[in-house]
Each structure stands twice: as structure tokens, then as C-alpha cells.
């Protein structure tokens, strides 16, 4: 059955499937000791020895990466093979298959079980041996121990309250136990346990009894698997004797209801508590007080690790059922029971009672239903040890924890605070790369570098930027004064052109002179007849020449006048062109400054990471400036250029 021995090591109850398993954490946050999960890897694994068993984990996990382990595959193995087969059924069956027990134990004796027994008859065994306990021992105070988590947790975690744990065992360890006294019929059959509860599998590895432990929420994944109706099962009667309200013990404070019945009054000497974390703190603290010298205030400790008691254990089905509902069918079973045993109502019938409590007193017998436990807490000791002082302050170092203010105890990582993440680090358990506080760190970190790079391609940028500007003002300023040489040169011409008005004058008056000379040689020569015919036609020649010197002289007066005009535009637009230039080295001149300011900025951002952000406002802010003056400097550019074309055309 279980190749674990029960002094060395606790069995394993909750399955891990790597491949589904993210690492998130909800596991250990929602594990009552955390120290038995290790998160050091690339999924949360178990260490079997320090789980308690309790299952909350498996209903936490809500990527199906964890699951509990039962019997169930060996009963039906064993049973098809024909081992002789008996069951017994724990009194959360009401719930979990809605009262429909009876049924249930058609369908178990239609497969071959040969008897089913009602676990809480052994709860009225159980609750039997606790009152003579109390009766016998009067001890100072008593804890329970139907729930195998708890146990667990105190064997493991809490071992100074060992001697308080009843002596007495559970109501399953009770029935089987009965089975095997007063049922000779089925002394050699094996015992399959219908229960609630993985961890019960760790009991019956403790106690040596029980064979199977078979979880109704397996059951029930079976009977969806293979399309089984309950209600289409005959309803068969349990072996063993009826429970009164002993089937109350699957429900917080059940035991402290069945107790009263035997012992008025002890309801109010009695601690209820359940669920978590409030069980394992108030078992912590009551292992304190009592450690220092304090006194129980209460007999009896009612405990169980889930909140709604067996019904919703790790191994039932039922967690979404609205309480009401879970706590009718429990009640109502109760009731039930009260009436077939003639014991409800405000007058109870006293000879129902004492029937009742002899039919309980046949079935106990002194010595038979105790049972022993085991100080685990040297298994403890050996995975977890306790960090020195200065350990725990690398260990703080390392995940960027320097002062107080850097302890958040959020709980991000799943344990209940920085110095237990660090414990936990110390043994090997986990890793500081799944801190919150250390990952926002890392962040920041890389958040800071990628905006320091940025930066410091800015610089770059803004180092090539402020190169090309001072290239551009050269180029400028060589401009403006090839600008200003080209006007001097324009006005330089408007001088010598006034200089050609007046050899243009003394030609103008040469040819009128020339043409006046010719046209008296004329008349001379008509006049001198024969002898004059000669200088007749030079006169004329002459007289032709000064016309067209007259006629060219007209030409080139109109082309200086339009030369003067364009000179004068010339002037005007060069001289604008010049303004235009001087403001563009203005603008340059402030670029130039605003890429200093850049330049210091960056620098500034490169050599404080903490003021990286303030430090990229300012360079957005100068930037923007800095880009409107390049826009003014190029509009002036361009004009300037628009205007050089116009004076290379004109000269040409």
C-alpha cells in the first residue's frame, strides 16, 4: 500500500505537475506553513515531510497544476481482483452526494463491497472516549484529533502539544477498530474509507488502520466519468448501529454537540475553532502561553483545519454549495437521526437515551481505540534551519532591502512577510527574483538605463547637431559676406554706369556734330559740280554713319536704364537678403546656446539616474525651442537663396 515508514516520513498527498505549474505563488500563499514548498526553481515542488496534508493548496491552484492523491485506483484493482472488501463512509456523505447516502451504499455493494459502516458510529465511540478520558484522567486540557492535518501540524510543527492530543482516535480509526472486535464476519477483509480528507491516507499509515483511502471527490469524478446515477441505486442500511447527532462531527463543533449529551454543561468549557489561519494560530498561541507557564482557560478544544469542517475538505466536491444549504443537509440528517432514536424535542425520552447509551457502551471497550503519535519536529529541524542574524542581513542586501521602510511585508512572494521570504531564501526554498520589492527594483533599474542610453544617444545626437550648426555658420557668414561684396560690387557698377551717361553725351553731341559737318560737305559738293562729285559721296557715307551712331546710341541708353533699374532691385533685395541673414545668425547664435544647454542636460541626466526623467523634460523642452529656430534659419535660408538666384541671373 505505502512504501513510507511512519516514524521517518509522512506520505505524499498532493501531486505536483511541473508542466502546469507557473510559479505564482498562490500556493504557498495559501499554505499554512510554507516552509514545505520550494519556489527556488522553475515551479513550487513539496517536500511530503513538512505538508501537512490539509489540501488547500489543490483548491488554490487554479491552473490544475496541483491534485490530490488517493486510493482509488488500488480499491478498484484489488476489488475486481477479488480481495474481500469492506467500506466504511465518513458523515460528510451527506453533503457531498446530497442525501443520498443510502444510495451510495447500494451502488458500493453492487460493485462487490460486501458491508458498509457509518463513520459516525465511530464518532459516538469516539466522543465515548474522550468523556472517559476526562472522567479518568481529568486532564487540564484535551485537543481533538479527528482532523489528520492538524495532527500533523502539531507532530511537525508544534510537538509541546503532543500531550495534549486525546488519546482517544478518530471516528474512522474508531469504526475500523469495531469492525475488526465486533464484527468477526469481516475480520479479514480490507477496509476502504470514503472520506473527505487526503491526509487521512497519513492516518492510517500512523494508526495501521484502514487499507483505502478513497476521497469523495474522486467518487464523484468516477461517476460523472462513467454517467452514474445514485438515485437509480436501492438504498441499503449501514452495518453498524444508527448515530444520533454524532453525524454532526463532519460540522465545526460537532464533537462539542455529541460531547453534551454525555456531559451537560461542557459546551461551555469547550474552544471551537476552524479554517484557516485562525486553527494554526490559535494552536500556536495556545502552545506559547502554555510554554511560559500559563493555564488552558478551556477543557476541550473542538479543532479542524477547514473552515466548514469534513464537508468541505480537500477530498469533497462541494466548495461552491451556498452554506446554508451544506448546513441543512447536515442538520437535517441530525434531526432524522434524533427522531429514529426518539431523542428530539425539549423532552427527551430518557429510556431513548439510555438506550442509546448502552448500544454505544457494547461496541467500547477500554484500551482498544487509543492510539500514539510521533515527535516530527527533527524533520523539521533538518530542512529548516534558522538564518543568523547577519545572514538575514545579506540575504536583505541582496533583494535591495536596506532600512525598514524597504521591508514591505506585502505578501506578494506568499509568506507572510520579508523575513520569512528570507528564511525561506536561507534554506534553499526560494529565490529573491520573486520578491516584489526586488523585481520594482530591477525595473526601475532597467527602466533607468534604457532612458540613460536615451539619453546618451541624445548627446550624441545633440554633439553631431551643434558641429553641422557651427559648419552652418561659417557657411553663413561666408555667405553674408560674398553677400555684402556683391552690393558693393552693384554700386561700384551704378558708379562707372553714371560714367557712360556722360561718354554717351560727348558721342551723342560728336555724331549730332559729325552729321551737321556732313550735310554742309554736301551742299559744297553739289555746288562745286564735276570736282566735287567725289567728296559728294564721302559727305553722304558720313552723314549715314552719324545716324546710325545717333540710332545705337538710343539702343544702348534704353539697356543701361533697365541695367540701373535691375541694379537698384538688386540693391533692395541683397539688403533684405543681408537682414535675413543676420537674423538666421541670430537664430543660430541662440541654437547654438540651446544645444549647450542640451549638451549639459544630458550630461547631467547621464551622471544622476535619479534625476534621469527631470533631466529628459528639460531636454524635450529645449528641443522643441531649438527646432523652432532651425525652422526660422531655414525659412531665411530660403529666401536668401531665392534672392541669390535672381542676382546670378541678373549678372548673367
Not at 496541483?66 to 476489488?79: K, P, Q
Not at 464518532?123 to 485537543?143: C, D, F, G, R
Amino acid at each position: 500500500m505505502n512504501e513510507y515508514s511512519t516514524s521517518e516520513h509522512l506520505c505524499p498527498v498532493v501531486r505536483v505537475d511541473p508542466e502546469k505549474c507557473c510559479n505564482c505563488h498562490r500556493c504557498i500563499s495559501v499554505c499554512p506553513v510554507k516552509m514545505c514548498n520550494n519556489g527556488a526553481g522553475d515551479h513550487v515542488s513539496v517536500n511530503h515531510d513538512l505538508c501537512i496534508g490539509c489540501g488547500t493548496c489543490i483548491d488554490a491552484c487554479v491552473h490544475g497544476a496541483r491534485t490530490g492523491i488517493d486510493d482509488m485506483d488500488a480499491f478498484f484493482y484489488d476489488l475486481k481482483s477479488g480481495t474481500p472488501m469492506v467500506a466504511i463512509v465518513a458523515p460528510a456523505v451527506a453533503v457531498n452526494f446530497k442525501g443520498r447516502d443510502l444510495e451510495l451504499n447500494g451502488w458500493l455493494k453492487s460493485i462487490g463491497v460486501k458491508a458498509v459502516f457509518d463513520v459516525a458510529f465511530g464518532a459516538e465511540l469516539t466522543t465515548k472516549s474522550y468523556v472517559e478520558q476526562i472522567k479518568k484522567e481529568n486532564p487540564p486540557l484535551m485537543i481533538s484529533q479527528p482532523c489528520p492535518a492538524l495532527v500533523s501540524f502539531v507532530e511537525v510543527y508544534q510537538p509541546q502539544l503532543l500531550k495534549y492530543l486525546a488519546k482517544g482516535d478518530s471516528p474512522m480509526a474508531h469504526t475500523v477498530e469495531c469492525i475488526r472486535h465486533f464484527y468477526p464476519a469481516y475480520r479479514g477483509c480490507r477496509i476502504a474509507v470514503i472520506s473527505p480528507c487526503f491526509a487521512k491516507r497519513r492516518e492510517f499509515d500512523e494508526n495501521g488502520r484502514g487499507d483505502y483511502n478513497v476521497t469523495m471527490k474522486s467518487l464523484d469524478g468516477y461517476f460523472t466519468e462513467h454517467g452514474i446515477d445514485l438515485s437509480t441505486f436501492p438504498k441499503v442500511p449501514y452495518e453498524n448501529p444508527l448515530a444520533e447527532r454524532a453525524v454532526l462531527y463532519s460540522t465545526p463543533g460537532g464533537l462539542m454537540r455529541t460531547a453534551e449529551r454525555f456531559v451537560p454543561g461542557i459546551s461551555a468549557q469547550t474552544r471551537k475553532i476552524e479554517g484557516q489561519p485562525a486553527v494554526f494560530e490559535y494552536l500556536a498561541g495556545l502552545n506559547r502561553s502554555l510554554s511560559s507557564g500559563g493555564k488552558p482557560y478551556y477543557r476541550l478544544v473542538d479543532c479542524l483545519n477547514c473552515e466548514k469542517g469534513c464537508n468541505r475538505g480537500g477530498g469533497t466536491t462541494n466548495h461552491k454549495m451556498p452554506l446554508d444549504e451544506l448546513e441543512e443537509l447536515v442538520e437535517r440528517r441530525a434531526r432524522e437521526r434524533q427522531e429514529q432514536w426518539n431523542t428530539a424535542g425539549p423532552r427527551k425520552n430518557r429510556l431513548a437515551l439510555r438506550k442509546l447509551e448502552k448500544t454505544v457502551n457494547a461496541y467500547w471497550k477500554p484500551g482498544i481505540y487509543e492510539r500514539s503519535y510521533h515527535d516530527r519536529s527533527a524533520v523539521r529541524q533538518k530542512f529548516i534551519k534558522t538564518p543568523p542574524r547577519e545572514k538575514l542581513q545579506e540575504i536583505y542586501a541582496s533583494m535591495e532591502k536596506y532600512s525598514r521602510a524597504d521591508l514591505y511585508d506585502c505578501g506578494a512572494c506568499g509568506y507572510n512577510g520579508c523575513e520569512q521570504m528570507a528564511v525561506a531564501i536561507y534554506n534553499g526554498l526560494n529565490r529573491r527574483e520573486n520578491c516584489h520589492h526586488y523585481v520594482l527594483h530591477l525595473a526601475r533599474q532597467n527602466h533607468e538605463k534604457e532612458i540613460r542610453e536615451a539619453v546618451n544617444g541624445i548627446a550624441g545626437a545633440i554633439r553631431s547637431g551643434s558641429e553641422a550648426l557651427r559648419s552652418n555658420l561659417r557657411d553663413l557668414q561666408e555667405i553674408r559676406n560674398a553677400n555684402t561684396l556683391t552690393i558693393e560690387g552693384i554700386k561700384d557698377l551704378n558708379k562707372k554706369i553714371n560714367g557712360i551717361w556722360d561718354i554717351v553725351g560727348i558721342i551723342s553731341t560728336v555724331a549730332d556734330q559729325t552729321k551737321i559737318i556732313a550735310f554742309n560737305a554736301e551742299l559744297e559738293a553739289a555746288s562745286s559740280g564735276e570736282a566735287g562729285k567725289n567728296f559728294h559721296i564721302v559727305a553722304t557715307e558720313i552723314r549715314r554713319l552719324s545716324d546710325n551712331i545717333i540710332d545705337s546710341i538710343k539702343e544702348i541708353k534704353t539697356v543701361i536704364d533697365e541695367i540701373q533699374h535691375a541694379s537698384d532691385r538688386l540693391i533692395l533685395d541683397s539688403e533684405k537678403g543681408t537682414r535675413q541673414i543676420d537674423a538666421g545668425l541670430e537664430s543660430a547664435k541662440s541654437l547654438e546656446g540651446g544645444f549647450e544647454e542640451l549638451m549639459a542636460a544630458a550630461q547631467a541626466g547621464a551622471d544622476s539616474p535619479g534625476d534621469i526623467q527631470k533631466r529628459a523634460g528639460q531636454i524635450h523642452s529645449s528641443g522643441e525651442q531649438i527646432f523652432s529656430n532651425l525652422q526660422q534659419i531655414a525659412q531665411g535660408i530660403e529666401k536668401f537663396s531665392q534672392n541669390t538666384v535672381g542676382i546670378s541671373s541678373v549678372n548673367d
